[in-house]
């Protein structure tokens, strides 16, 4: 059974760095892309890049690149979302989804930004 | 970016009727076009992929359509559990779209 198991919901002050994971089983995990995607509160779904675990190609959204970095670890079947420095507006659910037409998702992840 | 454009943005129905959602790229995408419902605080669920092609699992009562720009998502007679927003998400090419959704209330 394929599974994404995003980590917990993180609570954290404007300029804090913060990095969230996704960890995928069930699947081959080095040869699937992995997405991420934003919904801000009451909002829709908002693309912001992919990566494939095998070699790290990575692709962004114009709107997301040099806001966030994307990352993973084939050895422990693990994609990552992080921010060096966070600002209120990042409040949000942030989802991770497999290949490039999300046929499964995570649970989310929720990030709150506040002082 | 290609930009998709769904309508309409809300709907009211009733059990049993039967509901078509239309999403417009504005650019050519193929058939690289999927489907998501999502119920609230729940992750978005994979309904149809490739514009047509149902996901494992999904009821018949979904169906899709389309090629190039245009593209429909049709339930053939809806169940209570089928009140939702829906998606649409081109893939074609980066960034990978998504529509601005579509929420389906209960007349």
């Known amino acids: 059974e394929v599974q994404l198991v995003q980590s917990g919901a993180e609570v954290k002050k404007p300029g804090e760095s913060l990095k969230i994971s996704c960890k995928g089983s069930g699947y081959s995990f080095a040869t699937s892309w992995i997405g991420w995607v934003r919904q801000m509160p009451g909002k829709g779904l908002e693309w912001m890049g992919i990566?494939?675990?095998?070699?790290?190609?990575?692709r962004y959204s114009p709107s997301f690149q040099g806001q966030v970095t994307i990352s993973a670890d084939k050895s422990i079947s693990t994609a990552y979302l992080q921010w060096s420095s966070l600002k209120p507006s990042d409040t949000a659910v942030y989802y991770c989804?497999?290949?490039?037409?999300?046929?499964?998702w995570g649970q989310g992840t929720l990030v709150t930004v506040s002082s | 970016d290609i930009q998709m454009t769904q309508s309409p943005s809300s709907l009211s129905a009733s059990v049993g009727d039967r509901v078509t959602i239309t999403c417009r790229a504005s650019q050519g995408i193929s058939i690289y076009l999927a489907w998501f419902q999502q119920k609230p605080g729940k992750a978005p669920k994979s309904l149809i992929y490739a514009a047509s092609s149902l996901q494992s699992g999904v009821p018949s009562r979904f169906s899709g359509s389309g090629s190039g720009t245009d593209f429909t998502l049709t339930i053939s007679s809806l169940q209570p559990e089928d009140f939702a927003t829906y998606y649409c998400q081109q893939y074609n090419s980066y960034p990978h779209t998504f529509g601005q959704g579509t929420k389906l209330e209960i007349k």
């Open positions: 989804a497999r290949s490039s037409n999300c046929d499964y």
């Open positions: 990566i494939y675990p095998g070699d790290s190609d990575t």
